[in-house]
């Protein structure tokens, strides 16, 4: 089964010629799911190999706009071109449901499929000060429904504040919450574990040729030899293979929570918005640097790290072209700047490590230890 990690936008703050704004495709067999949805992302979407008509749930890290702005106009598009019928799940912070009503009711925006919004339940701790001097009402109360509109859900933290928000046979999605201007959440995403391979040569010695009943151990039933034994899957079945982790960040300066939850993740994608010379000012932003998120990589034992939501002032340059260009103006720094520090923050471990660009493709690997690029 594939698992793939396309990035449709890549830039922080706004859409640029040369970076979308914040949004990720996790492709699972042809289902998709989205990951933000900056202003634009219809558009890098219609660009790229992701059918609008598979997209089944939307997931948003938080309500700034180079995370939401392209929401409603996503949604619309997938409506317009007649996409898809069956109901799409659309999770994020508390007042994401508000957003979506009054952007569509005002709009008076009709779709061809209906939507169930499932909110993730803010705590106190995770608003700033400055949230307090100006006090926003998240809740949709007031607001009358949308016409394709199920009734939304509240999804409350456990004890641990890790938020469950799905679960089917083969995967299951959470989140915890990281430390950014306004409420920000990170998912993971995690497959359970396959059943291990069966020992077919065992299996014929008992004289059980392959066929159905094969499916039937795979599933954890017990089976009957022609002999009369009953044979259990744990005698013929290996170890389980671990399922696949992925683990995608909102915006954030201190992601500390996912060690709850993102220990030996395959895929680890987290924004660095700044180069480690501009800290001060990241932090001051709620941002990352390179060099904090390779250590947290190396702290959840991540086996691949992918870098994102770059700050548009760094340019997608080759990395040929010196990390100050002469003839571009002293704003036009290349994004190697940001390779160079997290090539140096994770040393020789052994993480792969990658920038994000627009339109990457990332195959998300059982076993994805590799070296640095
Ligand atoms: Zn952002
Ligand atoms: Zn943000």
Known sequence: MSLKVIFLGTGAAYPSPHRGASCVVLQNDGDSWVFDCGEGSQTQLMKSCVKPGKISKIFISHLHGDHLFGLPGLLCTISMNNARK??????????????????????????????????????????????????????????????????????YPDSNQIWSLFENETTFVKAVSLKHRIPSFAFVIEEKPLPGKLNAQLLSNKGIPPGPVYKELKSGMKITSPSGEVICPEDVLGPPIKGRKVVIAGDSCDSKELLKIGQNCHLLVHEATLSDDMFEQALQNGHSTPSQVGQLALELGASHLVLTHFSQRYQVLSPEESTQSKNSGKDKISVKVILEDILKSVGDNLIKVELAEDFKVVDVKRQDFGQNV
Not at 96 to 125: H, P, Q
């Open 86 to 155: 069956a109901p799409v799940e659309i999770y994020g912070p508390e007042g994401l449901c508000k957003y979506i009503r009054t952007c569509l009711n005002l709009s008076r925006s009709l779709l061809e499929f209906n939507f169930t919004v499932c909110e993730l339940k803010v705590l106190e701790n995770q608003l700033a000060e400055d949230l307090k001097d100006w006090v926003v009402d998240h809740s949709s109360l007031s607001e009358k429904s949308h016409p394709n509109e199920n009734p939304k859900s509240l999804i």
